[in-house]
């Protein structure tokens, strides 16, 4: 059983920080619900379990099929 905090709810998503030359990921995270940057170890009475979800669906494949030919357009054979 996870403990009702923020950093497990589903409507918190986690805040990223830009650095010199990429981002690094924040021990803030941003409520959806309330619109507000919130500590992760803060909870409310609208928690919730946060759902994993797949896209699994035949759509998801044909544009990986089209995006993974456009790649082999800028890859010389010999790389393969």
Do not use: A, H
Request: with cysteine.
């Amino acid at each position: 059983m996870t403990t009702k905090i923020c950093k497990f709810c589903g409507n918190c998503k986690t805040v990223y920080r830009r650095g010199r030359y990429k981002y690094f990921k924040g021990r803030t995270y941003y409520c959806t619900l309330r619109e507000e940057i919130i500590n992760r170890e803060n909870s409310c009475g609208k928690w919730c379990k946060r759902k994993v979800e797949y896209d699994l669906s035949p759509q998801r494949f044909d544009e990986v099929q089209k995006d993974i030919k456009e790649l082999e357009k800028f890859i010389s054979p010999r790389e393969l």
